[in-house]
Protein backbone atom coordinates (compact mmCIF):
# COMPACT_ATOMS: atom_id res chain seq x y z
CA UNK A 1 0.00 0.00 0.00
CA UNK A 2 1.10 3.38 -0.62
CA UNK A 3 0.77 6.82 1.35
CA UNK A 4 -2.23 8.92 0.01
CA UNK A 5 0.25 11.86 1.41
CA UNK A 6 3.42 11.05 -0.01
CA UNK A 7 3.49 10.44 -3.61
CA UNK A 8 6.07 7.26 -4.04
CA UNK A 9 9.00 7.57 -6.50
CA UNK A 10 10.56 5.24 -9.27
CA UNK A 11 12.79 5.40 -12.10
CA UNK A 12 10.12 3.37 -14.09
CA UNK A 13 6.55 2.67 -13.06
CA UNK A 14 5.69 -0.56 -14.30
CA UNK A 15 1.58 -1.49 -14.01
CA UNK A 16 0.76 -5.60 -14.10
CA UNK A 17 3.37 -8.37 -12.31
CA UNK A 18 2.76 -10.59 -15.03
CA UNK A 19 5.79 -11.74 -16.78
CA UNK A 20 6.21 -9.04 -19.07
CA UNK A 21 6.21 -6.48 -16.22
CA UNK A 22 8.55 -8.81 -14.20
CA UNK A 23 10.66 -9.50 -16.40
CA UNK A 24 11.41 -5.84 -17.70
CA UNK A 25 11.70 -4.89 -13.81
CA UNK A 26 14.50 -7.56 -14.23
CA UNK A 27 15.99 -6.25 -17.39
CA UNK A 28 15.82 -2.42 -15.73
CA UNK A 29 16.73 -3.46 -12.54
CA UNK A 30 20.04 -5.22 -14.79
CA UNK A 31 20.90 -1.88 -15.85
CA UNK A 32 21.41 -0.15 -12.21
CA UNK A 33 17.26 1.61 -12.49
CA UNK A 34 14.93 1.05 -9.80
CA UNK A 35 11.50 -0.08 -11.38
CA UNK A 36 8.63 -0.32 -9.41
CA UNK A 37 6.36 -3.03 -10.19
CA UNK A 38 2.11 -2.17 -8.99
CA UNK A 39 -0.23 -5.23 -9.20
CA UNK A 40 -3.44 -4.93 -8.50
CA UNK A 41 -3.76 -8.65 -7.74
CA UNK A 42 -0.79 -11.16 -6.66
CA UNK A 43 2.04 -11.68 -8.86
CA UNK A 44 1.94 -14.26 -11.57
CA UNK A 45 -1.86 -14.52 -10.17
CA UNK A 46 -3.04 -14.53 -14.29
CA UNK A 47 -2.13 -16.50 -17.20
CA UNK A 48 1.99 -16.29 -16.29
CA UNK A 49 0.71 -18.10 -13.35
CA UNK A 50 -0.80 -20.65 -14.75
CA UNK A 51 0.25 -21.03 -18.35
CA UNK A 52 1.65 -24.10 -19.88
CA UNK A 53 4.60 -23.16 -20.34
CA UNK A 54 5.81 -24.21 -23.66
CA UNK A 55 8.08 -22.16 -25.24
CA UNK A 56 7.16 -21.90 -28.64
CA UNK A 57 6.37 -19.76 -31.77
CA UNK A 58 4.18 -21.99 -33.51
CA UNK A 59 0.55 -21.93 -30.98
CA UNK A 60 -0.54 -18.95 -32.15
CA UNK A 61 -1.37 -17.64 -35.35
CA UNK A 62 2.54 -17.60 -36.42
CA UNK A 63 3.00 -13.92 -37.38
CA UNK A 64 5.78 -13.15 -39.13
CA UNK A 65 7.12 -10.09 -37.37
CA UNK A 66 6.38 -12.52 -33.97
CA UNK A 67 8.15 -15.51 -35.38
CA UNK A 68 11.46 -12.79 -36.49
CA UNK A 69 11.99 -12.69 -32.70
CA UNK A 70 11.51 -16.06 -31.51
CA UNK A 71 15.23 -17.32 -31.79
CA UNK A 72 16.57 -14.19 -29.85
CA UNK A 73 13.52 -15.10 -26.75
CA UNK A 74 14.89 -18.70 -27.31
CA UNK A 75 18.05 -17.43 -26.76
CA UNK A 76 17.68 -15.30 -23.84
CA UNK A 77 15.28 -17.78 -22.15
CA UNK A 78 18.14 -20.18 -22.07
CA UNK A 79 20.26 -17.24 -20.06
CA UNK A 80 17.69 -16.66 -17.64
CA UNK A 81 18.00 -21.15 -17.18
CA UNK A 82 21.67 -20.20 -16.29
CA UNK A 83 21.29 -16.54 -14.23
CA UNK A 84 17.98 -16.81 -12.78
CA UNK A 85 18.64 -19.81 -9.98
CA UNK A 86 22.27 -18.94 -9.63
CA UNK A 87 20.73 -16.61 -7.91
CA UNK A 88 16.97 -16.52 -6.65
CA UNK A 89 18.24 -20.00 -5.65
CA UNK A 90 14.67 -20.86 -7.46
CA UNK A 91 14.48 -23.53 -10.12
CA UNK A 92 12.05 -22.29 -12.67
CA UNK A 93 12.17 -25.94 -14.24
CA UNK A 94 13.66 -24.24 -17.67
CA UNK A 95 13.84 -28.04 -19.90
CA UNK A 96 14.90 -28.30 -23.54
CA UNK A 97 12.96 -31.67 -25.17
CA UNK A 98 11.51 -33.12 -27.70
CA UNK A 99 8.06 -32.45 -29.02
CA UNK A 100 6.05 -33.78 -31.18
CA UNK A 101 3.26 -32.92 -33.90
CA UNK A 102 1.57 -35.76 -34.64
CA UNK A 103 -1.71 -36.41 -37.55
CA UNK A 104 -4.56 -39.20 -37.19
CA UNK A 105 -6.14 -38.77 -40.73
CA UNK A 106 -5.06 -38.13 -43.90
CA UNK A 107 -6.17 -34.62 -43.49
CA UNK A 108 -3.78 -34.36 -40.22
CA UNK A 109 -1.00 -35.54 -42.81
CA UNK A 110 -1.36 -33.07 -45.38
CA UNK A 111 -1.32 -30.82 -42.41
CA UNK A 112 1.42 -31.66 -40.97
CA UNK A 113 3.24 -31.51 -44.95
CA UNK A 114 2.37 -27.97 -45.15
CA UNK A 115 3.57 -27.18 -41.48
CA UNK A 116 6.63 -29.31 -42.29
CA UNK A 117 7.29 -27.23 -45.48
CA UNK A 118 6.41 -23.47 -44.05
CA UNK A 119 8.92 -24.05 -41.21
CA UNK A 120 11.88 -25.49 -43.67
CA UNK A 121 11.56 -21.99 -45.46
CA UNK A 122 12.32 -20.01 -42.42
CA UNK A 123 15.27 -22.51 -41.76
CA UNK A 124 14.11 -24.71 -39.07
CA UNK A 125 14.49 -28.35 -39.67
CA UNK A 126 11.81 -30.90 -38.15
CA UNK A 127 11.64 -34.45 -38.44
CA UNK A 128 9.12 -36.47 -40.13
CA UNK A 129 8.52 -39.60 -38.41
CA UNK A 130 6.03 -42.56 -39.11
CA UNK A 131 3.68 -43.57 -36.84
CA UNK A 132 5.96 -46.18 -35.61
CA UNK A 133 8.61 -44.41 -35.11
CA UNK A 134 6.86 -41.87 -32.86
CA UNK A 135 5.62 -44.58 -30.96
CA UNK A 136 9.53 -45.93 -30.34
CA UNK A 137 10.09 -42.07 -28.65
CA UNK A 138 6.69 -43.49 -26.15
CA UNK A 139 4.90 -46.29 -25.72
CA UNK A 140 1.88 -43.86 -24.10
CA UNK A 141 1.12 -42.67 -28.39
CA UNK A 142 -1.88 -44.24 -29.27
CA UNK A 143 -2.22 -46.64 -32.59
CA UNK A 144 -4.40 -43.97 -34.22
CA UNK A 145 -1.11 -41.78 -35.02
CA UNK A 146 -0.06 -42.29 -38.50
CA UNK A 147 2.69 -39.79 -38.89
CA UNK A 148 4.81 -37.15 -36.31
CA UNK A 149 6.81 -34.37 -36.69
CA UNK A 150 10.11 -33.66 -34.27
CA UNK A 151 10.62 -30.49 -32.81
CA UNK A 152 13.99 -30.36 -30.48
CA UNK A 153 13.90 -26.67 -29.90
CA UNK A 154 10.61 -26.47 -28.17
CA UNK A 155 11.44 -26.31 -24.39
CA UNK A 156 9.38 -26.24 -21.34
CA UNK A 157 9.42 -24.09 -18.09
CA UNK A 158 7.18 -23.83 -15.09
CA UNK A 159 6.12 -19.78 -15.87
CA UNK A 160 5.07 -18.99 -11.87
CA UNK A 161 8.61 -19.79 -11.28
CA UNK A 162 9.87 -17.87 -13.75
CA UNK A 163 8.14 -14.95 -13.29
CA UNK A 164 8.56 -15.17 -9.14
CA UNK A 165 12.04 -15.39 -9.74
CA UNK A 166 12.74 -12.74 -12.51
CA UNK A 167 10.79 -10.35 -10.29
CA UNK A 168 12.98 -11.37 -7.41
CA UNK A 169 16.14 -11.09 -8.49
CA UNK A 170 15.17 -7.11 -9.86
CA UNK A 171 14.02 -6.68 -6.16
CA UNK A 172 17.78 -7.58 -5.24
CA UNK A 173 19.07 -5.47 -7.60
CA UNK A 174 16.94 -2.13 -6.15
CA UNK A 175 13.20 -2.83 -7.67
CA UNK A 176 10.23 -2.31 -5.57
CA UNK A 177 6.77 -3.81 -5.81
CA UNK A 178 3.70 -2.38 -4.54
CA UNK A 179 0.01 -4.04 -3.94
CA UNK A 180 -2.69 -1.62 -5.83
CA UNK A 181 -4.78 -0.90 -8.43
CA UNK A 182 -4.07 1.68 -10.82
CA UNK A 183 -7.13 3.94 -12.22
CA UNK A 184 -4.98 6.72 -14.29
CA UNK A 185 -1.87 7.98 -15.39
CA UNK A 186 -0.38 11.29 -14.24
CA UNK A 187 1.62 13.38 -16.63
CA UNK A 188 3.15 16.36 -16.98
CA UNK A 189 2.06 19.99 -19.35
CA UNK A 190 4.51 18.77 -22.24
CA UNK A 191 2.41 15.35 -22.46
CA UNK A 192 5.07 13.31 -20.91
CA UNK A 193 3.81 10.32 -18.71
CA UNK A 194 4.52 10.97 -14.50
CA UNK A 195 3.73 8.30 -13.04
CA UNK A 196 0.01 6.47 -11.91
CA UNK A 197 -3.02 6.84 -9.40
CA UNK A 198 -4.24 4.29 -7.60
CA UNK A 199 -7.65 3.26 -6.49
CA UNK A 200 -6.44 3.95 -3.06
CA UNK A 201 -5.96 7.98 -3.94
CA UNK A 202 -1.96 7.72 -3.98
CA UNK A 203 0.07 8.30 -6.49
CA UNK A 204 3.51 6.99 -7.79
CA UNK A 205 5.35 9.42 -9.72
CA UNK A 206 8.31 8.09 -12.28
CA UNK A 207 10.16 9.06 -15.41
CA UNK A 208 8.53 7.04 -17.43
CA UNK A 209 5.74 4.29 -17.36
CA UNK A 210 5.11 0.84 -18.91
CA UNK A 211 1.56 -0.39 -19.04
CA UNK A 212 1.90 -4.18 -19.07
CA UNK A 213 -1.40 -5.17 -17.51
CA UNK A 214 -2.03 -8.43 -19.83
CA UNK A 215 -5.98 -9.07 -20.74
CA UNK A 216 -7.08 -5.77 -18.81
CA UNK A 217 -5.13 -3.45 -20.75
CA UNK A 218 -7.79 -2.11 -22.62
CA UNK A 219 -8.43 -0.24 -19.79
CA UNK A 220 -5.74 1.84 -20.38
CA UNK A 221 -6.70 3.30 -23.56
CA UNK A 222 -9.18 5.89 -21.61
CA UNK A 223 -6.38 6.50 -19.61
CA UNK A 224 -3.92 7.18 -23.63
CA UNK A 225 -6.53 8.17 -25.49
CA UNK A 226 -5.38 5.72 -27.61
CA UNK A 227 -6.91 2.09 -28.25
CA UNK A 228 -5.73 -0.53 -26.61
CA UNK A 229 -7.35 -3.61 -29.03
CA UNK A 230 -6.76 -6.19 -26.46
CA UNK A 231 -9.18 -8.52 -24.75
CA UNK A 232 -9.71 -11.73 -22.73
CA UNK A 233 -9.77 -15.52 -23.66
CA UNK A 234 -10.04 -17.91 -21.57
CA UNK A 235 -7.52 -20.80 -21.41
CA UNK A 236 -8.76 -23.81 -19.65
CA UNK A 237 -6.14 -26.56 -18.56
CA UNK A 238 -6.48 -29.70 -17.32
CA UNK A 239 -3.89 -31.59 -15.16
CA UNK A 240 -2.92 -35.36 -15.06
CA UNK A 241 -1.32 -36.71 -11.68
CA UNK A 242 2.04 -38.62 -12.42
CA UNK A 243 1.70 -42.60 -13.09
CA UNK A 244 1.97 -44.74 -9.77
CA UNK A 245 4.61 -47.30 -9.42
CA UNK A 246 3.85 -49.93 -11.84
CA UNK A 247 1.45 -47.71 -14.25
CA UNK A 248 4.00 -47.03 -16.74
CA UNK A 249 6.61 -44.29 -17.43
CA UNK A 250 6.10 -39.86 -17.70
CA UNK A 251 4.96 -39.11 -20.55
CA UNK A 252 8.57 -37.23 -21.33
CA UNK A 253 7.91 -35.72 -24.61
CA UNK A 254 5.26 -33.21 -25.83
CA UNK A 255 2.31 -33.54 -27.83
CA UNK A 256 0.07 -32.03 -30.15
CA UNK A 257 -2.85 -33.50 -32.54
CA UNK A 258 -3.16 -31.41 -35.32
CA UNK A 259 -6.67 -32.23 -36.52
CA UNK A 260 -7.93 -31.36 -33.52
CA UNK A 261 -4.93 -28.82 -31.43
CA UNK A 262 -5.41 -30.85 -28.61
CA UNK A 263 -1.98 -30.64 -26.72
CA UNK A 264 -0.09 -32.64 -23.48
CA UNK A 265 2.92 -31.32 -22.11
CA UNK A 266 5.14 -32.48 -19.23
CA UNK A 267 5.45 -30.20 -16.72
CA UNK A 268 8.68 -30.89 -15.22
CA UNK A 269 7.91 -29.82 -11.90
CA UNK A 270 4.38 -30.64 -11.82
CA UNK A 271 2.08 -32.26 -13.87
CA UNK A 272 0.96 -33.48 -16.74
CA UNK A 273 -1.21 -31.22 -18.23
CA UNK A 274 -3.73 -31.66 -21.16
CA UNK A 275 -3.64 -28.04 -23.12
CA UNK A 276 -5.63 -25.39 -23.60
CA UNK A 277 -8.99 -23.90 -24.54
CA UNK A 278 -9.96 -20.97 -26.15
CA UNK A 279 -12.88 -19.42 -25.19
CA UNK A 280 -14.43 -15.75 -25.40
CA UNK A 281 -16.56 -14.87 -22.27
CA UNK A 282 -15.02 -12.16 -21.08
CA UNK A 283 -13.08 -12.31 -17.49
CA UNK A 284 -14.98 -15.12 -16.38
CA UNK A 285 -12.31 -17.61 -15.07
CA UNK A 286 -14.30 -20.37 -14.06
CA UNK A 287 -14.03 -23.78 -14.68
CA UNK A 288 -16.10 -26.08 -16.95
CA UNK A 289 -16.92 -29.90 -17.14
CA UNK A 290 -17.69 -29.24 -20.82
CA UNK A 291 -13.86 -27.94 -22.09
CA UNK A 292 -12.41 -30.80 -19.78
CA UNK A 293 -14.27 -33.00 -21.69
CA UNK A 294 -12.87 -31.70 -25.25
CA UNK A 295 -9.68 -31.70 -23.83
CA UNK A 296 -9.65 -34.97 -22.57
CA UNK A 297 -10.96 -36.54 -25.68
CA UNK A 298 -8.76 -35.05 -28.38
CA UNK A 299 -6.23 -36.02 -25.95
CA UNK A 300 -7.33 -39.80 -25.85
CA UNK A 301 -6.99 -39.81 -29.62
CA UNK A 302 -3.12 -38.80 -29.13
CA UNK A 303 -2.28 -40.70 -25.99
CA UNK A 304 -2.69 -43.98 -24.08
CA UNK A 305 -1.50 -41.35 -21.11
CA UNK A 306 -5.58 -40.61 -20.64
CA UNK A 307 -6.28 -44.51 -19.82
CA UNK A 308 -6.83 -44.57 -15.67
CA UNK A 309 -4.63 -41.05 -15.41
CA UNK A 310 -6.25 -39.31 -12.08
CA UNK A 311 -6.99 -35.68 -12.63
CA UNK A 312 -5.66 -33.62 -10.17
CA UNK A 313 -6.78 -30.38 -10.99
CA UNK A 314 -8.53 -27.95 -13.53
CA UNK A 315 -7.69 -24.12 -14.18
CA UNK A 316 -8.76 -21.36 -16.54
CA UNK A 317 -6.68 -18.06 -17.02
CA UNK A 318 -7.13 -15.48 -19.51
CA UNK A 319 -4.81 -14.46 -22.32
CA UNK A 320 -4.33 -10.91 -23.40
CA UNK A 321 -5.58 -11.60 -27.17
CA UNK A 322 -4.75 -9.15 -29.58
CA UNK A 323 -6.94 -9.84 -33.01
CA UNK A 324 -4.21 -9.67 -35.42
CA UNK A 325 -2.27 -12.11 -33.55
CA UNK A 326 1.15 -9.46 -32.83
CA UNK A 327 1.66 -8.07 -29.23
CA UNK A 328 1.82 -4.49 -28.49
CA UNK A 329 5.14 -3.32 -27.75
CA UNK A 330 6.59 0.07 -27.84
CA UNK A 331 5.92 3.87 -27.05
CA UNK A 332 2.66 5.05 -26.98
CA UNK A 333 1.63 7.71 -29.84
CA UNK A 334 0.91 11.15 -28.20
CA UNK A 335 3.26 10.18 -24.94
CA UNK A 336 6.65 11.32 -23.66
CA UNK A 337 7.97 8.20 -21.90
CA UNK A 338 4.59 5.78 -21.77
CA UNK A 339 4.87 2.57 -23.04
CA UNK A 340 2.76 -0.59 -23.88
CA UNK A 341 3.70 -4.53 -23.85
CA UNK A 342 0.90 -6.56 -23.96
CA UNK A 343 -1.41 -8.68 -26.67
CA UNK A 344 0.94 -11.57 -26.73
CA UNK A 345 -1.77 -14.08 -26.46
CA UNK A 346 -0.94 -17.61 -25.92
CA UNK A 347 2.56 -16.94 -26.11
CA UNK A 348 3.78 -14.42 -23.86
CA UNK A 349 5.89 -16.86 -21.62
CA UNK A 350 7.72 -17.65 -25.10
CA UNK A 351 8.07 -13.95 -25.78
CA UNK A 352 8.56 -12.48 -22.48
CA UNK A 353 12.38 -12.02 -22.83
CA UNK A 354 12.86 -10.47 -25.85
CA UNK A 355 9.81 -8.53 -24.92
CA UNK A 356 11.36 -7.13 -21.61
CA UNK A 357 14.81 -6.92 -22.59
CA UNK A 358 13.63 -4.88 -25.96
CA UNK A 359 11.25 -2.72 -23.63
CA UNK A 360 14.01 -2.23 -21.30
CA UNK A 361 16.36 -0.95 -23.71
CA UNK A 362 13.63 1.43 -25.27
CA UNK A 363 13.77 3.07 -22.18
CA UNK A 364 16.85 3.02 -20.79
CA UNK A 365 18.71 3.59 -24.22
CA UNK A 366 16.12 5.49 -26.20
CA UNK A 367 16.47 2.33 -28.53
CA UNK A 368 16.19 -1.75 -28.58
CA UNK A 369 18.32 -3.97 -29.66
CA UNK A 370 15.84 -6.41 -31.22
CA UNK A 371 13.30 -5.07 -34.29
CA UNK A 372 10.33 -4.48 -31.97
CA UNK A 373 9.15 -1.90 -35.21
CA UNK A 374 6.63 -3.78 -36.27
CA UNK A 375 4.97 -4.43 -32.96
CA UNK A 376 4.31 -0.53 -32.61
CA UNK A 377 1.28 0.43 -30.48
CA UNK A 378 0.48 2.66 -33.65
CA UNK A 379 -1.03 0.52 -35.32
CA UNK A 380 -3.43 -0.04 -32.73
CA UNK A 381 -5.69 2.46 -34.42
CA UNK A 382 -6.66 0.80 -37.65
CA UNK A 383 -7.12 -2.39 -35.53
CA UNK A 384 -10.71 -3.81 -33.49
CA UNK A 385 -10.68 -7.38 -31.47
C1 LIG B 1 -4.40 -21.77 -20.57
C2 LIG B 1 -3.25 -20.95 -21.04
C3 LIG B 1 -2.07 -21.58 -21.42
C4 LIG B 1 -1.00 -20.83 -21.89
N1 LIG B 1 0.13 -21.49 -22.27
C5 LIG B 1 1.18 -20.78 -22.76
C6 LIG B 1 2.35 -21.46 -23.18
O1 LIG B 1 2.44 -22.68 -23.11
N2 LIG B 1 3.38 -20.71 -23.68
C7 LIG B 1 3.31 -19.33 -23.77
O2 LIG B 1 4.25 -18.73 -24.24
N3 LIG B 1 2.19 -18.68 -23.37
C8 LIG B 1 1.13 -19.36 -22.88
N4 LIG B 1 0.01 -18.72 -22.49
C9 LIG B 1 -0.05 -17.26 -22.65
C10 LIG B 1 0.69 -16.53 -21.54
O3 LIG B 1 0.34 -17.11 -20.29
C11 LIG B 1 0.34 -15.04 -21.58
O4 LIG B 1 0.56 -14.52 -22.87
C12 LIG B 1 1.22 -14.27 -20.59
O5 LIG B 1 1.17 -14.85 -19.30
C13 LIG B 1 0.76 -12.82 -20.51
O6 LIG B 1 1.58 -12.17 -19.57
P1 LIG B 1 1.28 -10.68 -19.15
O7 LIG B 1 2.33 -10.29 -18.17
O8 LIG B 1 1.09 -9.87 -20.38
O9 LIG B 1 -0.18 -10.73 -18.48
P2 LIG B 1 -0.70 -11.33 -17.11
O10 LIG B 1 -0.01 -12.56 -16.70
O11 LIG B 1 -2.18 -11.39 -17.24
O12 LIG B 1 -0.30 -10.20 -16.06
C14 LIG B 1 -0.90 -8.93 -16.08
C15 LIG B 1 -0.99 -8.45 -14.63
O13 LIG B 1 -1.42 -7.10 -14.61
C16 LIG B 1 -2.22 -6.89 -13.48
N5 LIG B 1 -3.05 -5.72 -13.71
C17 LIG B 1 -3.97 -5.55 -14.68
N6 LIG B 1 -4.54 -4.35 -14.58
C18 LIG B 1 -3.96 -3.72 -13.52
C19 LIG B 1 -4.14 -2.44 -12.92
N7 LIG B 1 -5.04 -1.56 -13.38
N8 LIG B 1 -3.37 -2.12 -11.84
C20 LIG B 1 -2.45 -3.00 -11.36
N9 LIG B 1 -2.25 -4.24 -11.89
C21 LIG B 1 -3.00 -4.58 -12.97
C22 LIG B 1 -3.03 -8.18 -13.39
O14 LIG B 1 -3.54 -8.38 -12.09
C23 LIG B 1 -2.01 -9.24 -13.82
O15 LIG B 1 -1.34 -9.82 -12.70
C24 LIG B 1 -1.09 -19.42 -21.97
C25 LIG B 1 -2.25 -18.78 -21.56
C26 LIG B 1 -3.33 -19.52 -21.10
C27 LIG B 1 -4.56 -18.82 -20.66
Redesign the pocket.
Known amino acids: MTNPESPETADIVI????????LTAYYLAQRGLKPTV???????????????????PY?HECDAAMLALSPATLRLHAGLAETLPAVTGIDHGYRPGAYLRCAVSDTGVTELREFQAQRASEGVDMEWLSGEETRAMSPWITAEVIAGLRSDNEP?VD?YRL?MSALQAAEMNGARVIS????GLLSSSEGAASGVR?EDGSEVHGGAVLL??????G??ATWLDHPVPVRP?????VYLASPKDGDGPELEVGLNIVEHGGSL?RKRLSDTIV???REFVGFDTSITTSARDELLLNAARLSDRIQNARISGQ??????YSADGRAYVGSVPGWDNAYL????????????PVTAAAVAGLIADGASEYDIAPLTPARAGNTTV
Open positions: VGGGIIGCIEADGIASGASGTSAGWLTSTSTGRVILAMGPWSEAQRGQLIAASTACLRPATGHSGEGIHYG
